[in-house]
């Protein structure tokens, strides 16, 4: 695997691999690479001969107070799992190469990016879309990679790629969980024992509310109670438990059948978010 730090020698390589006409395929990530990620090298093996992975800890996407100092960086022990899922390509520029300059120009995706997360996170996604078109103009990829865990960050990503009409196709991959339930993420490791065994309590109340939704409940407000609820009895502080359209995460309107139920809940010092999509009759 190639382990590249420089926007300039990225574009050599890039360039020399594209006189041989090959699809290239990123993959972005913040490194603390989990199963999940790993899963996403393989949707984007493939998908092109070339697979790039980034690893950026992107300071901009998070807010006051929130963890960037903290966030694990585990590049020596990323590198080697990468290496072992055939990956061509680590490109891992330092903040001085990703950002020389404080950025006067973001891409905003707003009313998507301003609901959920976006709520408790302000600023969070168009840092995170900013970022990202600023790797898919470095690496000018085919197609790129996306986990189904962060999903309204995959949908901000997929309004932006289709309002700027940017010629990259986003693929997104299914959560990847543990046997217990508990979505696969580089802040699980934020967990003390306890609170693990606490923290399958997330997925458990998505199960429950799709599995109401499928028996036919159409009082949400009550259900997005009900589970906020059980899930401060577990321990959890929520910040929201909401049924959303998964056309554009708006509140369902009746006769809105393709649904996805979205939380972000904090179990001691670790943010928890998961999703669960659900088909109703
Ligand atoms: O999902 C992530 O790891 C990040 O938000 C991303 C997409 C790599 C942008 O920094």
Request: a negative charge; proline letters at 5%; aromatic letters at 6%.
């Amino acid at each position: 695997m190639i382990i590249i730090d420089s926007v300039a020698s990225l574009r050599k390589q890039l360039g020399d691999w594209r006189m041989d006409s090959v699809r290239i395929v990123l993959v972005p990530t913040m490194g603390n690479l989990h199963e999940g990620h790993l899963k996403l090298m393989d949707e984007a093996r493939l998908h092109g001969e070339r697979v790039v992975a980034s690893i950026f800890v992107n300071p901009t996407q998070f807010c006051e107070g929130e963890d960037f100092l903290g966030y694990p960086r585990t590049l020596e022990k990323d590198t080697s799992q990468l290496c072992s899922r055939g990956v061509d390509l680590l490109f891992a520029p330092s903040r001085s190469e990703l950002h020389p300059q404080s950025l006067l120009t973001t891409v905003m995706v707003p009313t998507l990016s301003d609901l959920l997360c976006g709520e408790y996170r302000p600023g969070h996604f168009s840092a995170v879309a900013t970022v990202v078109l600023k790797l898919f103009n470095m690496v000018q990829p085919e197609l790129s990679v996306f986990g189904e865990k962060d999903f309204q960050q995959l949908m901000v990503i997929r309004k932006m790629v289709a309002d700027l009409n940017l010629p990259v196709q986003i693929r997104s991959v299914a959560t990847v969980r543990e046997p217990d339930g508990l979505a696969l993420s580089s802040r699980n490791c934020y967990l003390t024992e306890s609170e693990r065994c606490c923290a399958p309590g997330l997925y458990r109340a998505l199960c429950h509310a799709v599995d109401s939704l499928s028996k036919g409940c159409s009082d949400f407000g009550a259900l997005e109670n009900q589970q906020k609820k059980d899930l401060r009895a577990m321990g959890f502080r929520p910040e929201y438990f909401s049924v959303r359209r998964r056309s554009d995460l708006e509140p369902p309107h009746a006769g809105d059948t393709e649904l996805v139920v979205l939380a972000a809940a904090w179990l001691g010092s670790a943010r928890l978010i998961d999703n669960k999509a659900v088909s109703i009759a």
